[in-house]
């Protein structure tokens, strides 16, 4: 993570909030192309269908908004508790529920996610939060994680999605 402080953190998250809001536009557009076929089934036994796994970004938008959030009240460093990801994704049945549907909960809490970060304060930007692994990071690094996690998923959603450039 040595490049974020190579950065300002003003510039982290206005860059962070520009691909959020690039990803806003893109995503529709290209979830269009595919087939329902693509979208329902498992992409191999046992995995999660494509619809699945934008289920799951929504589960990480909806853990990581009460975050952002709770970093300006709660004391340092923040708790990073994880969440179960398979009971998530399972308990709001994404595999059955209508692509527009999940879609539509995607766009929604990625918006209300660019509203919170684009107006926290520098100095809450540097609060600590401390992983389940036990590693302390800041806010600023947790919100950066969360869009890598999500380029992560959208990669296995669309085949053609630009990969990530290496983060050292
Ligand atoms: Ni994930």
């Known amino acids: 993570m040595?490049?974020?402080?190579?950065?300002?953190?003003?510039?982290?998250?206005?860059?962070?909030v520009e691909q959020l809001e690039e990803l806003l536009k893109s995503v529709p557009r290209q979830l269009r192309e595919l087939s329902n076929e693509d979208l329902v089934n498992p992409r191999s036994t046992g995995k999660w269908s494509r619809l699945q796994i934008l289920g799951?970004?929504?589960?990480?938008?909806?853990?990581?908004?009460?975050r952002f959030?709770?970093?300006?009240?709660?004391?340092?460093p923040l708790a990073i508790v994880s969440y179960n990801q398979e009971v998530w994704v399972s308990s709001q049945h994404y595999g059955e529920t209508p692509i527009d549907e999940v879609l539509t909960l995607w766009l929604s809490l990625n918006r209300s996610i660019v509203r919170v970060i684009s107006s926290l304060p520098g100095d809450v930007l540097s609060q600590t939060c401390k992983l389940s692994s036990g590693d302390i990071v800041t806010l600023e690094w947790l919100i950066d994680d969360y869009l890598q996690h999500m380029k992560h998923h959208l990669q296995q959603i669309f085949p053609d999605f630009p990969r990530s450039e290496p983060i050292d």
Not at 57 to 62: E, F, I, K, Q, R
Not at 69 to 76: D, G, K, R, S
Request: charged share 15%; glycine share 6%; aromatic share 8%.
């Open 69 to 76: 959030i709770q970093a300006q009240y709660q004391p340092e």
């Open 56 to 66: 799951h970004l929504c589960d990480s938008a909806v853990n990581n908004l009460g």
């Open 2 to 16: 040595s490049w974020i402080w190579q950065k300002g953190v003003r510039e982290v998250i206005s860059n962070v």
